[in-house]
């Protein structure tokens, strides 16, 4: 279990940095005059493109890790679980937005607030997309554990570079 938990904090360290960087260049696209929402949502999709990446990476290492790792458990659904717990304190705060956050002007509500929307900000795109509905945030939410799924795969089963090495050798071939 302590293991697992390292693990899941290392996925979530991943995301809480594109999240950060999120939060530090937010303020050119909020600073367009022209079509505000629209760059945000395109500067949402970068750094969710750049969330996957660093995500899918810190979960590949994992995985090729506990391909040879012979105390560790693995099966194939464990990155699901990597990611799912890297947000629960994301979701926790979420639940806690969601409870006490209304449409008022107290500044620690209005901190709480941007605090929250910054969490979620490589993930804007979707949530915007979707009306701020539930099943927006769910999928936002979602986001993570299947990135994690999807890369802890690849790095358990050793798929990442074998046959990209494998199709360029052979492209190679062909061109002499």
């Known amino acids: 279990m302590k293991a697992f938990i390292k693990q899941a904090l290392k996925v979530l360290a991943a995301y809480t940095v594109a999240a950060g960087v999120f939060t530090f260049f937010v303020i050119a696209p909020v600073s367009m005059n022209n079509n505000q929402t629209l760059w945000l949502l395109l500067y949402s999709f970068v750094m969710f493109i750049f969330m996957a990446f660093i995500v899918s990476r810190t979960i590949l290492s994992i995985g090729k890790y506990e391909r040879y ?96 090495r494998k199709k360029i050798k052979d492209d190679e071939e062909f061109l002499k």
């Open 69 to 164: 790792d012979k105390d560790t458990k693995t099966f194939s659904s464990k990155g699901f679980f990597y990611g799912l717990a890297a947000m629960l304190p994301y979701m926790l705060l979420g639940l806690i937005h969601l409870i006490i956050y209304h449409d008022t002007y107290d500044l620690g509500l209005r901190i709480f607030h941007y605090a929250f929307r910054c969490a979620l900000g490589p993930m804007y795109f979707i949530i915007n997309t979707l009306d701020y509905t539930w099943y927006g945030f769910t999928l936002a939410y979602l986001m993570v554990p299947v990135i994690s799924l999807i890369w802890y795969f690849v790095g358990l089963k050793g798929l990442d570079k074998i046959e990209l």
